[in-house]
């Protein structure tokens, strides 16, 4: 086979070289074109967050007896809209539909959790007007400066702290907070509209957030590395409560902090139940939360705090309510019920969270909860997957004490639940 000649080759190497670099300059500006006719998109971020929840699980009746199903639908919407650079709207809603009911006889259970319009009037000057979900404190498992607790869990799904903080009802007020550099000052004033709850499911129940005149002052200023926050609480015809909140760095991977609320106040049975316990002298009574959380490289965090309930029974008084009238009993476990208030003196609270957790996107979180009173125990397991639109949970409860003791008396000693958000 004869080979071409030396010249022929010279220059068909020589055209290759040359087209070289002009093919490449054809690229790019073919790339410049593309890119000059491309349309200016930016994708501005959704003012709607809604989805739907299916839950199925059951529970094991304490005594004994068949185990006993249940199923919900929930369907949870938040609009957050801005109507100019200065003004914004937002309304978030939650319906629970159970089977059997989460509270009393209704099945299908309403919580307005917040509705309210937000301005500002100067740059450093806000306010909010509507019904808001104001919550307060640095704890986890037990907020004594979270004032505006009582009465807004209308349906309890789980017993998680973050879901009980999350899925409530607020109150109807007007605040207004100004704010400076590492620190901040706010004032609300929420009215009495109703006098007695509805238990109507589909009720917005301001009879349970609003049944008094309420005032909050709030004072937080970073120093030294610390958060500390000073709130004065102000409710119709109830002495001042004083509350105080701080957090602090103890190293690099761990934080400590404080919550309390102090002052003068009616016996927590009295409050209950004034026919039985009709003195409503005020003592001096002291609320604390203190604790520890760690959190280590591969997102596993741990908390571990103290609960003080001045306001709880003692020893001596929980073992009289217990031997004593059961309508008694019954009235002030009610009561605590409601207010989320501890019904004894003092507890021990532990939690764990693990983000991503042997695999992506799965996060697992564990609580055990004692009282220190009569030594009755909770414990809750959760494991979370989510991953595009769609999230999965399964989450088990045990709790175990004496009958009649703060975990003993609750109607199931296990229960379970599986369930499948969409996100839309």
């Known amino acids: ?36 006719a491309a349309p200016d998109e930016v994708h501005a971020p959704s003012d709607w967050r809604r989805f739907v929840e299916l839950g199925l699980g059951g529970s094991q009746p304490r005594g004994g007896g068949d185990t006993r199903s249940n199923r919900r639908l929930s369907l949870d919407i938040q609009y957050d809209h801005a109507l100019n650079r200065d003004w914004r709207v937002l309304v978030a809603n939650r319906l629970d539909l159970s089977q059997p009911a989460l509270r009393g006889s209704e099945e299908a259970i309403n919580t307005l959790k917040e509705a309210y319009l937000s301005g500002r ?30 009465g807004a869990v209308r349906a309890a799904v789980s017993v998680s702290p973050a879901s009980l903080k999350e899925n409530r009802q607020g109150s109807v007020m007007l605040r207004g907070q100004h704010l400076w550099e590492g620190g901040s000052l706010s004032m609300l004033l929420s009215p009495g509209l109703a006098r007695q709850p509805e238990p109507e499911g589909l009720n917005p129940d301001l009879g349970a957030t609003n049944r008094q005149h309420r005032g909050l002052l709030t004072l937080s200023q970073k120093v030294a590395g610390f958060t500390p926050q000073l709130l004065v609480y102000q409710e119709e015809g109830r002495p001042t409560q004083f509350g ?41 009574q002291n609320h604390l939360s203190a604790g520890l959380t760690h959190t280590t490289a591969d997102k596993l965090s741990l908390t571990a705090e103290y609960h003080h309930n001045g306001g709880g029974l003692d020893e001596a008084d929980w073992r009289r309510l217990r031997q004593g009238p059961l309508p008694l009993y019954g009235l002030y476990r009610q009561w605590a019920g409601s207010t989320q208030e501890m019904p004894t003196r003092r507890a021990l609270f532990l939690y764990g969270v693990w983000q991503d957790a042997l695999l992506p996107r799965l996060d697992l979180s564990a ?46 000693t296990r229960s379970w639940q599986l369930s499948l958000r969409y996100f839309f």
């Not at 022929?8 to 790339?31: C, F, R």
């Not at 030594?375 to 409860?397: F, M």
């Open 367 to 412: 609580m055990h909860h004692v009282d220190l009173i009569d030594w009755s125990r909770r414990s809750w397991l959760e494991a979370r997957y989510h991953v595009d639109r769609l999230e999965y949970a399964a989450q088990w409860l045990q709790h175990r004490g004496a009958p009649l003791s703060v975990f003993g008396a609750l109607p199931e």
């Open 244 to 284: 105080f909140n701080l957090t602090g760095l103890v190293t690099d991977a761990t934080v400590a902090y404080v919550e309390s609320s102090a002052g003068r106040s009616p016996a927590q049975l009295s409050q209950a139940a004034p026919a039985f316990s009709p003195c409503r002298c005020s003592d001096w």
């Open 121 to 150: 009037l100067q740059p450093d000057t806000l306010i909010d007007l509507g019904r808001i979900n104001v919550r307060n404190g640095v704890a986890l498992g037990y907020n004594p400066t979270d004032y505006f607790r009582a």
């Open 1 to 36: 086979m004869r080979r071409p000649p030396a010249c022929l080759a010279g220059l068909a190497m020589a055209l290759l070289l040359g087209n070289g670099p002009l093919a490449a300059q054809d690229a790019d500006l073919d790339a410049l074109r593309l890119a000059d």
